[in-house]
């Protein structure tokens, strides 16, 4: 993976470990389902009029759309509204790097390397270290939600990499357009119609900019280049990067939020940082880059996943 390519996968996990704190902010103002619903309406919308359609076919985009949209974002908000505390959701929901490596192997073939199993295997005892000593709190529901929600963003990377997308921002506009009716519909069942008409007539300025963060800085610009690496290069190469949204989640949390950070949180913090060296590291070269073919170095579509 190019230096600046790292540089840009970096920059997409401290944009969602922000994203805990404005998901936070709006939950103080809006039900789960509502806020993830606006998310996506904001972000569709007036996009999805500029943008061309996807060169994927309907039934990936459709299929995004409802993992990542419905069942990931959805279950997550829920899980924090459920009582799941925002920097212990970051480090749970990060199970999705080891979750998309062992999917995309079993699915599409792309066998990682050593040393990104290693270095998937360290950040994620980085993350437990985080998880055992970061003094969050949770509801078993809390937590059971936020391991769907991993499992649903696992599913969500194959689907992305599966589709063979050549217009990966084509793909997350439209497919913004699949979640918020079930969203609002579900919302509509668990608060009620009336209080979901209130929530969203009664938005506050808090509450915007919360959905306002998540819909355009998270979703457009954090899954923009996510799912831009995820077509160029293997999913073994980019998901492992995502271990590192808890240690901004945390840092966030204490710039923002004032939620203290100890020596257990520095300590699992360089024990992430050293997992994700060996799955940066240089290598044979292009072994672990599943995309590069040719002396041009363009990438190569996954073969899609079979129906």
Known sequence: MKASHRLL?????????????????????LPPLVLTAL???????????????PSARLRYVVT?????????????????????????????LQA??????????????ERPARAQVAGVLVGSAGIGVLAVGSGGHATVI????????????AVANLVMRASGEQRPLSLLVWSS???????????????????????ITGLSWRGLLAV????YVSTLVGFGIWNRLIARYSIARVAPFSLLVPVFGLSAAWLLLDEPVGPTELVAGAIVLAGLALVVRRS????????????????????PVAA
């Open 9 to 29: 996968a970096v920059l997409v996990a401290a944009i969602w470990g922000v994203n805990f704190v404005a998901i936070e902010l709006g939950l103080r103002d």
């Open 39 to 53: 998310r996506f309406v904001a972000a569709a919308v007036p996009l999805v009029f500029l943008v061309p359609r």
């Open 64 to 92: 995004y759309g409802l993992v990542l949209g419905v069942l990931k974002f959805g279950a997550l908000f829920t899980a924090l509204a459920a009582g799941m505390s925002a920097g212990l959701a970051s480090l749970v």
């Open 96 to 109: 999705q790097a080891l979750m998309s490596v062992l999917l995309a192997a079993a699915v599409l073939g």
């Open 142 to 153: 809390g937590f059971l939600l936020t391991l769907f929600a991993a499992a649903s963003w």
């Open 177 to 199: 357009l699949v979640p918020p009716l079930p969203l609002l519909g579900l919302a509509g069942v668990i608060d009620g119609g009336e209080a979901v008409l209130d929530a």
């Open 212 to 215: 306002a963060y998540v819909a």
């Open 284 to 303: 044979t070269p292009d072994r672990d880059d599943a995309t590069t073919a040719g002396e041009g170095g363009e990438p190569e579509h996954a073969r």
